[in-house]
């Protein structure tokens, strides 16, 4: 395979997927939403599952910046860099935990819901950029693979 051997195609594989990643947590999160609203979850839980998934979110959004750097991808690591500070504002500050007691505050819920799509639609259009340049740097790999 071509594009195995391309340690600039493994890089974008890489970023790409922890980017689906964090589109798949994000949605995770909408569905607890709607399970809450929906009087599926009770408030217990749902806080428990929302403060175990906000540091994983931490996690996978540093190894894709991290994949960012090693790949020489500079551009796009300044243009991801004020949403990571916006996540470890978020982190340091203790804004991010989720108390049972809140939660069936409307203004709890506002932010919650926007916060949740502000990360989809975020992660959405990353989704595309990433792809366009794993395609691009596979076709590139058989390129320099054929000459």
Known sequence: MVFLSSWDAWAKLITFVCNVSQILLQSWKQLKVAELEGDFLNPTDFARDMNRIYPM???VLGASMLWLMLDWQWVLLLLNVPYLA???SNYTAG???VDA???FHA???SSIKKSILLGIFYHAAWFVVYLTMLILSIINASKMKAK
Do not use: T
Request: no cysteine; aromatic share 20%; net charge positive.
């Open 107 to 109: 203004d709890f819920k």
């Open 57 to 59: 979110e931490l996690m």
């Open 101 to 103: 007691s809140r939660v």
């Open 86 to 88: 916006y996540q470890l």
């Open 95 to 97: 804004k991010w935990r």
